[in-house]
């Protein structure tokens, strides 16, 4: 194996034989961090399931009964509750990703492994939650007749690819930026709380004026949401353009982020 | 035969504060707003010009006082930061141990923790899987396999480090100060362990030590590295020498921090093995010379009462020895305003490891100056006084001349 080291230069490539050498490494590291998380909460998985419920429960009561949102003519608490299982993948994976050099920040100063493992890895890691949170919503989904049809299955684990790249190309935006500037430490979860409430999670989309809603898809995540409502609580008839523009959007930041991060990532440990 | 590691012309340039403490966005749209640079980009060379190449199964030293650059050598080497300019060829696999435990979590247990740390450090599982048993009894941790590594002790924990950076097999191992830890049995056991990978398995060993001793044992050929640049490179014993003679005159006539009537002060400190050459290092059982040199603003100052004192501490602080003049009359009673005082020390009865100065010059009951840890000087124990003791520090910072006999 002969390699070269010279300084930086250009645009770098994404060196895929390297990333797949590695790929036990991104595997280690999500085991990592779901045992030590698992280890050190006494509650362990439960506290994955009672987290959304009871921000479902809390959510109804406020915005359900007493605002009175409406809800595409489906139960509320199923309604928001299908809203909060992709958005919360969403923003733990965005958040992880965007802690990841600093909190690995020993290693990195210490060994060599492509870098971009690590946003990976710490974007991946929160699917358990995620799956937990999943059997939640298949038991509400019973509770309230509906039947969950395989194809619509098929259709969610798509959204939450799309999810996954939203929150990977945000957050290794957000990585490159937070290894310079801690500031990112403090302004994400202002942003992500921004976020959600720009994003049809509490509220269906169909209460915007219909010829604003085109602003509301540019938002990948929007997308993700009405499209995972249509398809597992017929809340309207799926639209395949709203998943196809939130595919394209999150992929575009998805190479913007994977972009910069190439960029800055040989300077991660001079700058950490 | 091909070297397997090409370095050319290699420079790393560092911006002066840059790995301070981080700058915050609003230090930057600050300074994008009122159109300053808020840090002068004063930039160092922390590697300035290195070309060296390595054969295939070599253990090559590298050693240089600190800030000479070792570091960030090995970390280019390892690809953790990019250099600035010039390159290097590897023509191989490579692995760094600049620390053990790179990647420990205290919270999993020494089996999670091997599959961990071996894959953070390049191995694949199947090779972890492969490689486990013998990592496992290497480190001698069976017991405790399955304990958090938080209840480790530090002995365990650095063992199982180094077993698992042991077990590699990369190409070119590159290892950095890991002989610093560690109880002296098992630093033996890593030695010969290294020994063993550089010798047998025609492995390639880069080795950043302070440890002279350690060095001479692994390495056949060492750099010398001073302020970024080679200045010496070739067989061990020659390399090891010039860095022992390496000049190191501590000026003290800028330093702030001295308490003092200041009548006569002290200004540098310099160092001498017995031939009176000047060396920033001693050698274990060798005669040591420590010259102080000092100026009187009085060029008739009375020195009858004059005296002398040096503190000696180890390099955590502890103050080990004091050598002072009170009691010694054979000092003139007046000199000239510029002179030295020596103090000669015999068989210099330390083990390797570091030592710092505190100096403290008192006349007719008045201090004149004292200073804090003045200077520094190392100390290596090459001739192995002690029965081979060079490999520790842990023995304590003193050789004491004994013998045994056993009477029946």
Redesign the interface.
């Known amino acids: 194996?002969?390699?070269?080291?010279?300084?930086?230069k250009g645009l770098i490539q994404i060196n895929l034989s390297e990333l797949w050498r590695?790929r036990?490494?991104l595997?280690?590291f999500v085991w990592?961090d779901v045992?030590?998380r698992y280890?050190?909460t006494v509650l362990g998985i439960i506290w994955a399931i009672f987290q959304p419920l009871l921000v479902m429960v809390i959510f109804t009561v406020f915005f359900g009964q007493l605002a009175k949102i409406p809800s595409d003519g489906v139960p509320y608490p199923i309604f928001v509750y299908s809203g909060l299982l992709l958005w919360n993948y969403f923003s733990s994976a965005l958040t992880n990703a965007s802690d990841c050099l600093i909190v690995?920040e020993?290693?990195?100063?210490?060994?060599?492994?492509p870098r971009l493992i690590l946003p990976i890895s710490t974007a991946i890691t929160p699917i358990i939650d995620f799956f937990f949170a999943l059997i939640v919503l298949l038991g509400l989904m019973w509770y309230y007749g509906f039947a969950p049809s395989l194809s619509s299955i098929l259709i969610l684990v798509l959204l939450l690819l799309i999810s996954l790249l939203t929150a990977l190309g945000l957050g290794l935006f957000l990585a490159s930026v937070n290894a310079?500037?801690?500031?990112v430490r403090y302004i994400l979860p202002f942003f992500i709380q921004v976020l959600m409430y720009i994003t049809p999670v509490i509220y269906p989309v169909s209460i915007i004026p219909a010829r604003f809603q085109w602003i509301m898809y540019l938002n990948p995540m929007a997308g993700v949401i009405t499209a995972a409502r249509a398809t597992l609580l017929h809340t309207a008839a799926l639209d395949g353009r709203s998943p196809i523009i939130a595919l394209g959007i999150s992929l575009l930041i998805f190479i913007l982020g994977v972009g910069y991060f190439r960029k800055t990532e040989?300077?991660f440990?001079?700058?950490l | 035969m091909l070297p397997i590691i090409k370095i050319e012309k290699l420079s790393k340039e560092y911006k002066i504060g840059q790995r301070e403490t981080y700058y915050s966005l609003r230090d930057s749209v600050s300074d994008l707003l009122t159109f300053k640079h808020r840090k002068p980009h004063n930039t160092f060379w922390a590697l300035k010009d290195v070309s060296f190449e390595v054969k295939a199964g070599e253990a090559i030293g590298i050693i240089g006082r600190n800030g000479a650059g070792k570091s960030t050598l090995l970390k280019i080497l390892s690809q953790i930061t990019p250099p600035t300019k010039g390159r290097v060829v590897m023509n191989g696999r490579v692995a760094s141990l600049l620390e053990v435990g790179t990647g420990f979590h205290p919270e999993l247990t020494g089996r999670e923790n091997i599959y961990l740390n071996g894959a953070i450090l390049g191995m694949s599982r199947k090779e972890i899987k492969k490689k486990f048993d013998e990592i496992v009894e290497f480190a001698e941790i069976e017991k405790f396999l399955d304990t958090p590594v938080k209840r480790y002790s530090s002995g365990m924990y650095v063992r199982l480090a180094f077993a698992v950076a042991a077990h590699l097999e990369p190409e070119i191992l590159v290892i950095d100060e890991v002989l610093a830890v560690g109880d002296v049995q098992f630093q033996r056991k890593c030695l010969d362990k290294m020994n063993e990978i550089a010798r047998k398995d025609e492995r390639t060993v880069l080795f950043v030590s302070h440890n002279m001793g350690a060095i001479q044992t692994l390495c056949g050929r060492c750099v010398l590295l001073e302020h970024g640049k080679i200045v010496a490179s070739g067989e061990t014993p020659g390399v090891v020498e010039k860095y022992l003679k390496n000049f190191n005159n501590t000026q003290l006539s800028d330093r702030r921090d001295r308490i003092g009537k200041g009548n006569i002060k002290l200004t540098s400190v310099t160092f001498e093995n017995a031939k009176g050459e000047e060396v920033a290092s001693f050698v274990s059982g060798e005669d040591a010379i420590i010259r102080i040199y000092y100026e009187a603003t009085n060029p008739k100052q009375d020195l009858s009462q004059v005296a002398i004192g040096i503190g000696l501490d180890d390099s955590i602080g502890q103050r080990i020895a004091g050598l002072s003049n009170i009691g010694d009359n054979s000092f003139p009673e007046i000199i000239k305003g510029k002179g030295s005082f020596v103090c000669k020390v015999k068989d210099l009865p330390l083990n390797s490891g570091r030592f710092y100065l505190s100096l403290i010059l008192r006349h007719d009951g008045d201090i004149m100056d004292w200073i804090q840890q003045a200077a520094y000087f190392d100390v290596e124990n090459l001739n192995n006084v002690n029965h081979g003791a060079s490999l520790s520090r842990s023995d304590g910072a003193f050789l004491i001349n004994y013998s045994w006999e056993a009477n029946r």
């Open positions: 194996m002969k390699y070269e080291i010279s300084p930086p590695y036990d490494l595997f280690i990592r045992k030590v280890k050190q690995n020993s290693i990195i100063k210490k060994v060599y492994f310079k500037y801690r500031d040989r300077f440990a001079d700058v």
